[in-house]
């Protein structure tokens, strides 16, 4: 851990954020986390989580071969540059993270009750889809909110139709680890 003091303290904070917010649910709410779409992984999990893995990887190879060249747009190649400096096992972490914190939060935490709030699935997860790729401004930079963006869409998408958070995950730790660990 030594070396990224700032990594590791956002890491931390992001996974009690992760515990706090699923406490939330069952302790404050009272309701079962299947209520957030956490629930057991079956085989549909598993082949849809793959499909729509490989799809967002599809797409992203698109928007970098194809709309990143047409707009003149380039990377953060800084924040590309501090990802594989880092131990094989921080990498892993982070791409857990990522999948379990965002899914919960941007999807099945931000969409059930945005729903109630606002009376509209499909607003609520309009809001929690814009949530999500403004959360990669700060790190990643302008254009990778196309790239955030678009698999931001294909995730959200799948929780309405799926309400399935592990199929989520699985779709997101296949684009992250596809993205930076095999890199």
Same mark, same amino acid.
């Given at each position: 851990m030594k070396g990224q003091p700032h990594l590791w303290t956002c890491e931390l904070l992001l996974w009690g954020l992760t515990i706090a917010l699923l406490f939330y649910v069952v302790v404050v709410e009272k309701r079962p986390? *299947? /209520?957030?779409g956490l629930r057991l992984p079956n085989w549909r999990t598993? +082949?849809?989580? +793959?499909? /729509?893995?490989?799809? $967002?990887?599809?797409? +992203?190879?698109? +928007?970098?071969? *194809? *709309?990143?060249?047409?707009?003149?747009?380039t990377i953060n190649m800084q924040a590309m540059a501090a990802l594989p400096r880092l131990p094989f096992a921080a990498q892993l972490l982070?791409?857990?993270?990522?999948a379990f914190f965002e899914e919960i939060a941007y999807r099945g935490y931000a969409i059930e009750p945005l729903t109630e709030l606002t009376g509209s699935r499909m607003s609520a997860a309009v809001i929690a889809w814009v949530a999500f790729t403004a959360a990669y401004l700060s790190y990643w930079g302008?254009?990778?909110? $196309?790239?955030?963006g678009f698999a931001g869409l294909v995730q959200t998408a799948l929780y309405l139709w799926r309400r399935d958070l592990p199929c989520n995950m699985l779709a997101h730790f296949l684009t992250d680890g596809v993205g930076f660990l095999f890199r």
């Open positions: 986390l *299947v /209520s957030i598993v +082949i849809w989580g +793959i499909c /729509s893995g490989l799809a $967002i990887l599809l797409g +992203i190879v698109l +928007i970098y071969g *194809v *709309v990143f060249r047409l707009l003149h747009l982070l791409v857990v993270r990522a302008w254009a990778q909110l $196309i790239v955030a």
